[in-house]
Nanobody, 123 residues
């Protein structure tokens, strides 16, 4: 069993920065690819970024590539998402996910999900 707990979401002004964290417990961390997804009100959940189990590969959605950075600590227990130059359209619930993802942007390839953390960006 894998448990994921996100934290760090809050209200921030446009242009600001925020770092989200996701702590994993359960099976060995480095076995799993980990990713961030987000869901805005009235919209479908969308891929944000992914990092492979060994942290040798990262992938980003187009909107995230120049502003967001995904990373994980050396033990792989904690996943981070550093977000810069935030925009109101980044407002969403951000979810941490873990799994064996051959197609990282596909949410169905992640078997484990956190409960989400709310990020609100004001104009």
């Amino acid at each position: 069993q894998v448990r994921l707990v996100e934290s760090g979401g809050k209200l921030v002004q446009a242009g600001g920065s925020l770092r989200l964290s996701c702590t994993q417990s359960g099976r060995p961390s480095m076995d799993l690819d980990m990713g961030w997804f987000r869901q805005a009100p009235g919209k479908e959940r969308e891929f944000v970024a992914e990092i492979s189990g060994a942290a040798t590969r990262t992938e980003y959605a187009d909107f995230a590539r120049d502003r967001f950075t995904i990373s994980r600590d050396n033990l792989g227990k904690t996943l981070y998402l550093q977000m810069e130059a935030l925009k109101p359209e980044d407002t969403a619930v951000y979810y941490c996910a873990a799994g064996s993802a051959t197609s990282p942007s596909n949410s169905h390839e992640y078997g484990y999900w956190g409960q989400g953390t709310q990020v609100t960006v004001t104009p």
